[in-house]
Structure formats: C-alpha cells, structure tokens
C-alpha cells in the first residue's frame, strides 16, 4: 500500500521527468542538432521516444499519482484549485496529444507542421511549468 509520502515522491518524480525532459529537449538537444544535416529524422526518433516515456507512461503515472493524493492527502476533488489543476492537465494531455500524434508525425517534410509542432511543445512546456506552480500552492494550501 502506498503511503502519502510514497505517493507525492512518485508524483514530484514524475513531474520532474516532464518539465525536466521538455526543458532539456529545447536548451540542449534541439540546439545542438538543429545544424545538423539528420536534423528530422533526429528529432523524430527523440521526439518518438520521449511520447513513448513522456506522454503515455508519465502523464499516466502523474493522473493516477495525481489523484491519489487528491484523496489521500486532501480528501478528494472538492477544492477549487485541485479542480483547476485537473482541468489544466487536460489541456496538457489535449496538447500533448496533437503534438506527438499529428504535428510530430508531420514534421518532416513539412515546414507548416514543423511550426506547429515546435508551437505546441512551447506551449506545453509553459503549461507544464504553470501545473508545477499550482502544485506547489495546493500543497501550501494556497
């Protein structure tokens, strides 16, 4: 059985490996291959395999880790700010979603997708970063 410490460990963990995995993906991998001549395939391969992890496993993990501490340690939904942060992880999951399923697959080759794809991974990171936020203050009880 988890206990609440456990619980918020895994999910600050998790939460790390997002924000952190996105931040590491625009400061040093993006710069370093952007000059490639493999530059497409490159990010296709990295992008394939942090969906894999990122998208799919860990945004799995932190709903249920999520949710689990919402009952846990604050007895459920019932508070705005949980009810925010669950909405905003929709949004996350939504733009998640278009990002590795329609813009990420498209990229190479097209500039147009290229574009989005590269808008909606900043958009997510920011996103990402305001969920953080809203998590330090929940568990402050702000």
């Not at 370093?32 to 799995?60: A, K």
């Amino acid at each position: 059985m988890f206990t609440k410490e456990l619980l918020i460990w895994l999910h600050v963990v998790l939460a790390s490996f997002w924000v952190g995995g996105m931040i590491f993906l625009s400061l040093v991998v993006a710069p370093f291959i952007r000059s490639r001549p493999y530059r497409n395939e490159v990010f296709q391969e990295v992008g394939r395999r942090f969906s894999l992890y990122g998208t799919f496993l860990t945004l799995g993990l932190l709903f249920l880790t999520g949710i689990g501490i919402a009952y846990l340690v604050h007895g459920g939904l019932e508070r705005r700010t949980i009810k925010e942060k669950l909405a905003l992880f929709v949004i996350i999951l939504v733009v998640s979603l278009l990002h590795d399923l329609w813009a990420g697959r498209k990229a190479v080759g097209s500039e147009f997708h290229r574009r989005w794809a590269r808008n909606l991974g900043i958009v997510n990171l920011l996103l990402s970063l305001l969920m953080v936020y809203m998590g330090v203050r929940i568990r402050l009880g702000l």
